[in-house]
């Protein structure tokens, strides 16, 4: 025997990355594919930037939290880091190729991004986003603010994960309410605040907002303003009429009546969308309107769809202005709490769908018919070793094949094949057509 | 006008590192997907392990160029580095799952791997492999090599760059000879030439051989060896004649007699692969069949997907016996000398199969157009901006999108669709049913 090179390193993944069973990779892709179909269904175009970018482009805007998370390194020369989202990359892409792109530019990127953040359950280092952006060459129609949610509901619909609610809101209105009640300067730490009620309830917003020194009739008008209820429709009517004289609130405003009644002309039904005025979306970057996607029977999953309207992709990098609206998707995370709470299941999930048995010598009879089921796009793997046939029958059951096809003398002589469900396991004798027909059907 | 924040930061991606503008990134990702596509259609699973592992893991095994190459970095307390092959990870992968996975084990993985490289042209710092592997435990039946060939055939005729030849030859015969022969201490080093006949030629690999110390008797064989030519059945039947009484040389050779009768079974045209005994695949790894790929037209390409059988995968992580066979695909590379060479030609292809033109001030039925459009699953854009209807078509036909319907008001009176042949400029009428049916068809 030779001796043992084995050394003493762990070969398990490291904490806080994300690392599949066969089945449940089967089950991420299929999620993962199923994004990037209905993103290309509205006329997306794909882009794969690369992982790796010069530290100063991903710390141009970057503070605190961020800069802390980056994985930052030297290489030769260089000062390198791997991004933590998509967007900074497109930023650099669009400044980068500005000339050769055609606006506007519709791309969706679905990539792994990296973020060092502390060990925590269901929290990854290594992540993927799912994220497509419209982006305006000077400007940007504010219809494609409409499109965006028509685009989260073709996306939720297929990944078929029950049923969800896309809240939007705008920031003009939101900014507007605030600067016309006085508080403008503190503005942000409102916001972030709002942002907040789905977790802590309105009960905390108002303490913390007291905290901040909002009291009084400003803050009974924010809470006024925020809890206003209704169809979409009712919701922008209240509105329309509360008294506030301000010209950007009444703009915000009268943006999400348009959206909302494009929304509706784009086919995304009543029940799926929910003009939300508690929702921010973060500080600054965002500008119009803004988007979050709630699992109805799974509210405490968070947002699996945010994103929204923002006013310039690129100011750290190109003088043009760039305005552009988007989405994201964090499918790591979102897959990790949809497995954790038994939402979606992996189970047997193969893309394999049939397995070819030989089951005698002379092995050119099993070997033709699998290049025959492959040549008509069977997906067919072939048991090649030698085993029990009870034992293979369990490998393809473990592997979620569902048809075995055997190969023996008898179904040669006989000009057929034995075709057993893994399932039922029922065994049927089958010419190649019905053999055929059947694992198309399954 | 709000103050610029540019700051001055090169907007390039970094060198060495692959950027696509988007008809390219199209065609990139069709070629990625059609090799998926193919692994599957073999019962292959897919596996996506994270891009950071520890630097213990990736070094355990790695000398001299890779370790200079790695991308490797401190984060808290950890020793990371980025993966530069989809192999050590495999082997990681298996050596920690071995008891969740069911054996053989057949998986594919398509992902980015890093190697930094000195910069020079066509060679990348950031490139996709896909590779796959069948895992056996214990053992792995020969038959499972005259299965890759079928995989690399089915692959590069769904690719279609035209005719190529798989190059198969045995380790073992290689080894054999060279051991019967006599210089068994000196075999790395004549297999290191042997490797470079193709691009060196005979005379510079006798030299070489020469400079070693092979000389006379002994270098005619290994030179009479490699230059054994024929039909792949000449060529075993020479081999079988060869007066080399070795018993590792004569089971290569069995090896290969067996692997090609399977091929053929399996429908590898003969001219699609070839017995050829100059190649020799890299040094201790491969211990058995090795695959090269040629394109016929354009040999100075190099290998364009290669790989071969090993005794273990995994002996620096685990006891366990884990014999395997394999290939790899160097996509990026490829795509680079592919486009360079003019095989492939971006053009302007496009996903997207057709732009929706509101021409109207009541939006309703352009939209309600595109969601029964996708609905129907065409790929639908709707051009949102205002702007002259010459500058559409133009960005249209930019994007290589084939068709555009208008919707104006004399359409919905009509109650038809005025759709447009971008490439002929052909304008007709036509009802939903006649426009998807032009749709599907282009």
Known sequence: MKESKKVNIPTKALAGFMELLPAEQILF????????????????????????????????????????????????DNDLALRFDLTIPLARYVSEHFSDLTFPFRRYAIGKVYRGERNQRGRYKEFY?????????GKLALINDAEIPSIIYTTFKALDFGEFTIKINNRKALNGLFDFLGPADRASGILREIDKIEKIGEE???????????????????????????????VIQQLRKLDIDHEGFRLGVEELAEVTKYIRYLGVPEKNFKVDLSIAR????????VYETMLDEHPEVGSVCSGGRYDNLA????????????????????????????????????????????????????????????????????????????????????????????VGEDEVKEGCYSLKNIAT??????????????????
């Open 129 to 137: 986003q799912c994220d497509i952006d419209i982006i305006g060459n």
């Open 282 to 289: 973060g500080l600054d970057y965002y500008t119009g309107t």
């Open 315 to 406: 100011e750290y990098y190109t003088n043009r202005q760039l305005p552009g609206v988007g989405i994201s998707i964090g499918l790591t995370r979102l897959f990790f709490q949809l497995q954790d709470k038994k939402i979606i299941n992996a189970g047997a999930s193969a893309k394999t769908q049939v397995m070819v048995i030989p089951f005698m010598d002379d092995l050119q009879p099993p070997l033709e018919l699998a290049d025959r089921l492959r040549k008509e796009n069977v997906n067919t793997e072939i048991y090649f070793e030698k085993a029990k046939v009870l034992k293979i029958f369990k490998y393809a059951e473990k592997l979620g094949i569902p048809y075995v096809a055997i």
């Open 204 to 234: 905390k917003v108002r303490q913390e907002l007291t905290k901040q020194g909002v009291e009084g009739d400003v803050l009974e008008r924010i809470l006024g303003f925020i809890n206003i209820k209704g169809t979409n429709d009712e």
């Open 29 to 76: 892709d299929n999620m993962k594919d199923t994004i990037q179909q209905s993103y290309e269904r509205f006329g997306f175009v794909p882009l794969d930037t690369p992982v790796i970018e010069r530290a100063a482009v991903l710390l141009a805007k970057a503070g605190g939290e961020t800069e802390k998370q980056i994985y930052r390194f030297q290489k030769g």
């Open 425 to 442: 396991r029922d065994q049927v004798k089958v010419t190649f057509e019905e053999l055929l027909a059947t694992i198309r059907k399954g």
